[in-house]
């Protein structure tokens, strides 16, 4: 069964990048789709496409400059809402990085899960050998089982992936798919399942991700699920706060009815645990404030701003 796809892909100067990979499209898909037309959402980059930038002849191009950098995950559903919109009218739409580590080859995988499955769900790409340094292993490592503590979920996948046309709509109306978009498909509980993928080589230059930007994508994943966060602190905090009330008895109990309390120790240890007690509440009532400051503010659609980010062609 063939179909109709649209790729999207952020691309930041990896222009020679997203050359290679439409190449390798091209000549993976060709006898496996009807069309390609492929998506390039130009993040503010600082480098222009070569003048020899060629696309394929079996690829329609489409390339969206935007006025600012917004991240990958905005681009992604800048993206997303600019296909929803457009009389583009794919089978599936597929997001994927530009550098070479998603490989095409994984596309028809895609395609020939979602086409056997009773239902519309998004597949995703979960890596089942990882080839990066062992600090970003590490790192990775640690932001997955902090993810687990927080939200009291599991994340194994990333944004290679495939989104029938018929979910596009919740993903463009939904606010949290603006920080982060695997998150959110995974926090609001949209079908999905995953097949297992290497990843692939970078077809040259280095990756833009730094150190700051991993953990600044670690944190917008965890910001979608940032009431269950609140809920899991305060409940934290509670404990912690009947914790300090027993050691203030106990501290009463040691010094008044035992022979064990040693002059102007539990004035200290008193004043210590008042201390830490008020710090707690105050912590608890500013996160539930500007938490419910934060509720009073009106929900924006992404499909109703997204495009404010789009430079407009004089």
């Not at 997001?95 to 086409?115: A, T, W």
């Not at 008193?270 to 707690?280: D, H, K």
């Amino acid at each position: 069964m063939k179909n109709k796809i649209t790729i999207v892909i952020p691309v930041f100067n990896d222009w020679n990048c997203i050359e290679s990979l439409m190449y390798n499209i091209s000549k993976t898909l060709a006898s496996r789709v009807d069309a390609i037309h492929l998506v390039a959402i130009n993040d503010c980059s600082i480098e222009l496409p070569s003048k020899t930038f060629k696309i394929p002849e079996n690829i329609s191009y489409s390339q969206i400059d935007l006025v600012t950098n917004v991240g990958h995950q905005r681009a992604i559903l800048i993206g997303l809402c600019y296909c929803f919109e457009q009389p583009i009218d794919p089978d599936y739409i597929i997001v994927m990085d530009s550098d070479g580590e998603d490989n095409p080859k994984y596309i028809s995988h895609f395609l020939d899960k979602v086409n056997s499955s009773s239902k519309d769900q998004i597949i995703f790409a979960k890596r089942s050998k990882r080839s990066e340094s062992l600090k970003f292993r590490l790192f990775y490592v640690l932001y997955k089982l902090l993810f687990r503590l927080l939200t009291g979920s599991s994340i194994s996948f990333g944004n290679f992936s495939c989104v029938p046309k018929s979910l596009l709509s919740t993903i463009c109306n939904h606010p949290s798919f603006w920080n982060h978009y695997s998150a959110s498909v995974l926090k609001y509980k949209l079908p999905h399942s995953l097949i297992s993928t290497e990843r692939g080589k970078r077809y040259s230059g280095f990756s833009k991700m730094n150190s700051s930007s991993l953990i600044l994508h670690g944190l917008s994943s965890l910001s979608v699920y940032i009431e269950s966060i609140i809920i899991r602190v305060l409940k934290l905090s509670f404990i912690v706060f009947l914790l300090l009330i027993l050691i203030s008895i106990l501290v009463v109990f040691v010094k008044y009815f035992s022979g064990y309390a040693i002059p102007g120790w539990a004035t200290n240890v008193f004043g210590f645990i008042l201390n830490l007690l008020i710090t707690v509440v105050l912590f608890n009532l500013l996160i539930i404030l500007t938490h419910l400051n934060n509720r009073n503010k009106p929900i924006s659609k992404p499909l109703d701003f997204y495009r404010s980010y789009i430079k407009q062609n004089p």
